[in-house]
């Protein structure tokens, strides 16, 4: 598949050094990238570290082909684990050398294509699924009845600490609290969080 792409002067060489970000999540594609050779680790960056590793590629292997066959930003984060070895070839030469070839070829391509970026999008989706749930998890361990009745959490320790204990990025942890606060699973401000509802809460643990 590599013959029938590389056309020669369209596709321009690069080294990277580990530790370099080479896609972004949801970065708009300009270019398709080749990986020669060394390693690229994909996943959810968050707060500079890659905190949620979704797996690894070697080379040789194409990168971000399937986002580019299908006209979509690239799904997760994308680092190179070891010194590695690039080539980028513009995405509209990538497409047009796509387009040149059979019918039958290209719908494989394409079929393959969303397949793999179903499996990718269901994979983070999980990922943010199990943060909100180890929040919630958090939340109704730490709940304590008030004079009326109702639960609610007093904050002791600062976010960054208890985003720790959860294994999760701060960052997470507060984008979790904001979208609970936005569904009226907790209220208040401050350090206590009341929990209007724990019942849902329970539902996102799991039981």
């Not at 949801?26 to 905190?51: A, F, I, N, P, W």
Request: contains cysteine; charged residues 20%; glycine residues 10%.
């Amino acid at each position: 598949m590599l013959n029938h792409f590389d056309s020669g002067l369209s596709m321009v060489s690069d080294e990277a050094a580990a530790g370099t970000v080479l896609r972004l999540r949801q970065q708009r594609l300009t270019s398709v990238l080749y990986l020669d050779s060394g390693r690229v680790v994909m996943g959810v960056r968050e707060g500079g570290q890659m905190r949620h590793q979704l797996g690894s590629v070697e080379g040789p292997s194409w990168l971000d082909a399937a986002s580019a066959l299908l006209g979509l930003p690239c799904p997760v984060d994308m680092v190179a684990e070891t010194r590695v070895q690039l080539r980028s070839q513009p995405l509209e030469v990538f497409l047009r050398e796509v387009q040149a070839m059979a019918p039958a070829m290209q719908g494989l391509l394409r079929d393959m294509a969303s397949g793999y970026r179903q499996q990718t999008e269901l994979a983070i989706s999980r990922l943010a699924q199990d943060a909100e749930a180890r929040c919630a998890q958090w939340l109704l361990h730490h709940a304590q009845q008030d004079g009326s009745g109702a639960l609610s959490v007093t904050l002791q320790q600062r976010k960054r600490l208890i985003a720790a204990q959860l294994g999760i990025a701060p960052e997470t942890f507060s984008r979790v609290l904001r979208s609970l606060r936005e569904h009226g699973l907790i209220a208040g401000t401050g350090n206590v969080l009341r929990l209007p509802q724990p019942g849902v809460l329970q539902n996102m643990v799991g039981g």
